[in-house]
T-cell receptor, first 116, second 113 residues
Framework: GAVVSQHPSWVICKSGTSVKIECRSL??????MFWYRQFPKQSLMLMAT?????????EQGVEKDKFLINHASLTLSTLTVTSAHPEDSSFYIC????????????FGPGTRLTVL | GENVEQHPSTLSVQEGDSAVIKCTYS??????FPWYKQELGKRPQLIID?????GEKKDQRIAVTLNKTAKHFSLHITETQPEDSAVYFC????????????FGTGTRLQVFP
């Protein structure tokens, strides 16, 4: 149980285009989803916290107009990188939590974005 | 906000030896401390976690200890095997902020046969 999927697993796009990444909880309802970015040989940096039906909460330094997050249902959150540039190339990982006192997050397999 | 420091950044051990990775956190309100193993290009995998009401937890070759007073926690791997080679991350979760995890900087563990 507790499976989280991401789509696509990798994407290559041209500079200036937008890319949408989907994160799905397959066998549980995720009240909260998180989006992380991980540059090569670095740690996971939390970008934003997304709660179903409400606006995402962005971490300091993350541009909310550039990284659009939508959590329209209890099983799906999307991250759209708008007007992508080469410096946005990174590994984007989502995680999902069903909430409650358990705190455990279940991670998706990640999406590798390369912006040319 | 919470800050998590992790040491060492790299660790090389001989197969069969023990490995210890240490983390310190800044916010005394943190109450949940998971450890993740991440292989190259893959998702982080939870290997063990500990809550603030417990001082030590063990699962086969892996153990975690927590010192709330000093605000540090450690991962101990005994009888290391080559397949333990990976990057390990500690994390801390704030008590009042549902599930938000702040990650340490990571430790690259290499176990040589």
């Amino acid at each position: 149980g507790a499976v989280v999927s991401q789509h696509p697993s990798w994407v290559i796009c041209k500079s200036g285009t937008s890319v949408k990444i989907e994160c799905r909880s397959l066998d549980f309802q995720a009240t909260t989803m998180f989006w992380y970015r991980q540059f090569p040989k670095q740690s996971l940096m939390l970008m934003a916290t997304s709660n179903e039906g409400s606006k995402a909460t962005y971490e300091q330094g993350v541009e909310k107009d550039k990284f659009l997050i939508n959590h329209a249902s209890l099983t799906l959150s999307t991250l759209t990188v708008t007007s992508a540039h080469p410096e946005d190339s990174s590994f984007y990982i989502c995680s999902a939590s069903s909430g409650g006192a358990n705190n455990e997050q279940f991670f998706g397999p990640g999406t590798r974005l390369t912006v040319l | 906000g919470e800050n998590v420091e992790q040491h060492p950044s790299t660790l090389s051990v001989q197969e069969g030896d023990s490995a210890v990775i240490k983390c310190t956190y800044s916010d005394s309100a943190s109450n949940y401390f998971p450890w993740y193993k991440q292989e190259l290009g893959k998702r982080p995998q939870l290997i063990i976690d500990i809550r603030s009401n417990v001082g030590e937890k063990k699962d086969q070759r892996i153990a975690v200890t927590l010192n709330k007073t000093a605000k540090h926690f450690s991962l101990h791997i005994t009888e290391t095997q080559p397949e333990d080679s990976a990057v390990y991350f500690c994390a801390a979760s704030m008590a009042y902020n549902t599930d938000k995890l702040i990650f340490g900087t990571g430790t690259r563990l290499q176990v040589f046969p």
